[in-house]
Structure formats: structure tokens, C-alpha cells
């Protein structure tokens, strides 16, 4: 694993620390390498592999189908020919397009990550095929709030919640009869870039908490107060945060994530000085960056460094 995670640039230190983080091309290097390593499209999490080639033979026997809903059918039935993990079911109810997954009582269970990964990939792809981002109008899973729920903001483009009946994805039900427009010819771009395009979130697609960050991003070294910000994103503070707190976050926990995951691009891409990261993330002195990062990561920025400082 120390091998894999090296060719894509996370310092190996960082395994065994509880709350380190990577950035999302190194996320999705190091997923590539695994399933290279492994022969297996998602790593190591379900009861056999998915060996590599699954996904393009997956979205094959989808292209031909009329419309998304029929698709999404096939979906379930390809994954019900090979893992004895879960179901998928998918369909209409009250108005809405969606899609259950249903853990076999008898099987081996599934993690929560394989129900995230799982429904991303029913997201992705069935985005993928009609051409179209599709906005999620909820998103629920069986299991309690993890730690590191916020980050599920960043994944599903919708409102998250943990602790449900069941597992599933629930979008307008209008786009289940739009036509499959993807042809055998967009196949390999889309396969190169697995696994960006199915996992994160794009821009487009990005709510209210997404908007925020991207303010705060664009301000710093600068940290905009709550007011200000309201302000130019039109809203009341009441609002806004009303909103946030909707999505399942807040305004602080916002502004410590922008300057946390810049600061982490910044260490593993670039040669700068330690101080300077702090100084262009908004703090005033090296000492409470330091401080701010230990309580964000569990690691100083120094275990971050894949490249050489300056001399």
C-alpha cells in the first residue's frame, strides 16, 4: 500500500494517520492503482472482485437501451449477475425516479463506503448515459452519521442523510425517460477518466455550501466574515445559514475545509515555504497555522511534503 500511495504522491506517513487527507487527484491515482493492483474496479470492497473490465462491459450493455429507465433496470441486473453483496432496485415512487439498494440479509453485508461508492456509480454513469448531470433530490443511507459525514457534501449533488429505512438515490422521475444519447465511441474517454467522473461533484452541480467555499477560496488570503459574504451571495445570515445548516454544515466548518484543502494542495504540489502557505491561507503567523493544521489533519504540514522545500 506504502508503494501505491507514493506513486501517487501521498507521503506514506500519512496511512496510518486517522484524519489525514488527499486531494482528489491523489484519491483517484491512488484508487487506480489499487485496482490495477488488486484486478479489482472497487478495491478490496465487496466479497469478490470486480475485475478490471467490469465497468466497460457494465456501461456496454447499457448503451443500447431506449431510455435511462430501462438502463437503470439493466444496471441492477448486471450487478445481480455477479456480486451476492446486494440489489439494486429501481423505479418510480411518489413522483420521483429511484434507486434502493438492498444488502442481502444472508450475505456478507455491505460497508458504508460500498454504499456510497455504489450509488456514485448509479449517479455517474446514468448521468453519464444521458448526457445530462442529474441533481439528486435526496440521497439516504441505512447507517449512522460517520465522522467525516461533510465530506459526502463534496460527493452528492443533493441533500445527505444517515441513519434512514434504507439506502438510496431519489431524482426527478422525468429524467428516467430521457434517451441514452452515449454511443460505443464516447466509451473510452469516459473509462480514462474513471474514476473523476462518476465521484466527485462538479461545479455546475454544486449547492449552496459548494458556492460559499468557492467565495471564501476566492477571497483569501482574506477571511470574509459571514456577513459579507451573505451579502454577496444574496442572501439574508439568517438564510444562509438556515441553508447550510439544510446541507448539513456551517459556515466555519466551511471556511476551515477551504483553508485545509488548499493547504494540503498546496504542501503535495508545490516546493512553497510552510510560512507562505500560511500567510496566503490567512493567518498571521506560522505557529497557528501549524496549530489549525494539527487539529484539522492530526499531522503537521511537514508530513504533508512530497516535493523538497526551498533551500
Known amino acids: 500500500m506504502a508503494r501505491l500511495a507514493e506513486r501517487a504522491g501521498i507521503p506514506s506517513g500519512l496511512l496510518q494517520a486517522p484524519a489525514a487527507r488527499v486531494t482528489e487527484e491523489q484519491f483517484s491515482t491512488l484508487y487506480r492503482e489499487l485496482a490495477m493492483e488488486l484486478d479489482d474496479e472497487m478495491p478490496g470492497i465487496f466479497s469478490r472482485p470486480l475485475r478490471n473490465g467490469t465497468l466497460k462491459f457494465l456501461c456496454l450493455s447499457l448503451l443500447d437501451a431506449p431510455r435511462l429507465e430501462v438502463a437503470l433496470h439493466r444496471f441492477g441486473q448486471f450487478f ?4 451476492d453483496d446486494f440489489r439494486l432496485e429501481s423505479g418510480r415512487e411518489d413522483g420521483f425516479g429511484e434507486v434502493v439498494l438492498h444488502a442481502d440479509p444472508a450475505g456478507p453485508g455491505v460497508s458504508a463506503l460500498g454504499s456510497e461508492l455504489m450509488l456514485k456509480l ?15 433530490a435526496r440521497v439516504e443511507f441505512d447507517f449512522p452519521r460517520p465522522p467525516r459525514a461533510s465530506d459526502s457534501l463534496y460527493l452528492f449533488p443533493g441533500p445527505v442523510q444517515f441513519g434512514g429505512r434504507q439506502t438510496l438515490l431519489r431524482f426527478d422521475h422525468a429524467y428516467l425517460d430521457m434517451p441514452v444519447r452515449r454511443r460505443k465511441a464516447d466509451l473510452q474517454k469516459f473509462l480514462a477518466r474513471a474514476p473523476e467522473d462518476w465521484i466527485f461533484v462538479a461545479f455546475e452541480e454544486q ?6 467555499r468557492q467565495y471564501l477560496a476566492d477571497c483569501l488570503p482574506a477571511t470574509p ?7 454577496d451571495l444574496h442572501f439574508s445570515v439568517r438564510t444562509l445559514c438556515r441553508r447550510l445548516t439544510a446541507e448539513g454544515t456551517t459556515f466555519q466548518a466551511i471556511k476551515d475545509e477551504v483553508r485545509r484543502d488548499i493547504a494540503i494542495q498546496r504542501l503535495t504540489r508545490t516546493t512553497d515555504a510552510i510560512a507562505e502557505i500560511a500567510f496566503d491561507i490567512g493567518f498571521d503567523n506560522p505557529t497557528a497555522f501549524h496549530r489549525a493544521f494539527r487539529n484539522w489533519t492530526g499531522s503537521t504540514p511537514k508530513a504533508y511534503r512530497t516535493m523538497p522545500a526551498h533551500p
Open 122 to 136: 448509479v449517479h455517474g454513469v446514468a448521468s453519464w448515459l444521458i448526457g445530462k448531470r442529474i441533481p439528486l
Open 207 to 212: 449547492m449552496v455550501c459548494h458556492h460559499v
Open 225 to 231: 466574515t459571514i456577513e459579507a459574504v451573505a451579502q
Open 80 to 83: 445481480h449477475l455477479i456480486l
